[in-house]
């Protein structure tokens, strides 16, 4: 059931967190940490009153924030609807939505998002431990930035992969019907390759395209005939004085 819950988990992460490896490593090594079992329900085991529960075992303020943000909106108790709690109390803009459920601090919630619009696996991992898990001893923790580090190429080869399989699946220009003179300079119009649409992912920008090359009006290459005299009089006599 482990794996099960696990593989849901990444499959959550993919569809709130697109495209990014380095968000899903880091993410997923902090749930490592704080529940290997990845069930959605679990309760930590403790004698303390404020249990945890759940992927990130959410104690205390984070528990009652998720249980009545899961209320409010009619959702259950799923993987899925913790890790998009997650990315919202995380990285919201949404100062009411922080006052009305949990507000971890405007200020941790920017470093957080710059985190994941830049950062590796490992920075990532660093701020949610130090602005969002805080857990004991957190400062000085290094095991879960490293696990981060460890698990990124994974989940980076795994991205490139799903990318490759995808332009294997789409024709090429010429099967499409791709009309475009090939012209000396520019050569036929190649995709992206993995690789590069995964680095433009990273930097937020959207991959390169085939370039768009309009066919040329042929008939602006080559000298119009002459007229006749007689057409240009006939043209003459049409016109209004």
């Not at 200020?107 to 660093?126: E, L, P, Q, T, V």
């Not at 701020?127 to 696990?147: A, M, Q």
Request: glycine share 4%.
């Amino acid at each position: 059931m482990a794996e099960l819950y696990k593989t849901i988990t990444e499959q959550s992460i993919d569809r709130h967190f697109p495209n990014d490896p380095s968000a899903k490593a880091a993410i997923m090594s902090q749930i490592q940490r704080e529940n290997n079992t990845f069930d959605p329900h679990r309760i930590e085991k403790t004698d303390k009153k404020n249990k945890g529960i759940g992927l990130f075992q959410f104690t205390g303020p984070q528990r009652d924030s998720l249980e009545r943000w899961l209320r409010d909106n009619g959702k259950a108790n799923t993987i899925d609807n913790q890790i998009e709690y997650f990315k919202i109390v995380t990285t919201t803009t949404n100062q009411d939505w922080a006052d009305r459920y949990h507000d971890i601090g405007a200020g941790h919630r920017n470093y957080i998002r710059n985190a994941f619009a830049s950062g590796s696996a490992a920075d990532i991992s660093k701020e949610l431990s130090n602005r969002f898990e805080k857990f004991k001893g957190y400062k000085t923790d290094v095991s879960r930035p490293n696990l981060a580090t460890k698990l990124e190429p994974t989940y980076q080869q795994e991205y490139v992969n799903r990318l490759a399989n995808q332009q294997q699946m789409q024709p090429t220009p010429q099967q499409a019907g791709y009309t475009g003179f090939a012209m000396e300079d520019f050569g036929t119009p190649q995709r992206p390759t993995p690789q590069q649409q995964y680095e433009a992912a990273r930097m937020n920008r959207p991959p390169l395209t085939p370039p768009q090359m309009a066919v040329p009006d042929k008939s602006m290459m080559y000298p119009q005939p002459k007229r006749s005299l007689q057409q240009v009089a006939q043209t003459a006599q049409a016109q209004p004085a």
